[in-house]
């Protein structure tokens, strides 16, 4: 589950969703969570406005399949 706060209402989510996933997975730039995007089976985002303070939250479950 992925909730990206921004400054308005004007970004596009999708977008962002990409660069999580690049972010998550094993590579110069990513923290290693993923070996793959293609290991995620369900992705739920919402996108809310703050203006204070943009950000994104994350949680990741292992999958029971």
Do not use: W
């Not at 997975?25 to 290693?32: D, I």
């Not at 070996?35 to 029971?64: F, G, T, W």
């Amino acid at each position: 589950q992925a909730t990206f706060y921004f400054k308005n209402g004007m970004s596009d989510l999708d977008n962002r969703i990409k660069a999580l996933l690049d972010v998550l997975e094993v590579g110069k730039l990513g923290f290693g969570l993923l070996d793959d995007d293609r290991q995620v089976v369900e992705l739920h985002c919402y996108k809310r406005v703050d203006p204070k303070n943009p950000r994104v939250e994350v949680l990741i479950r292992k999958a029971s399949i």
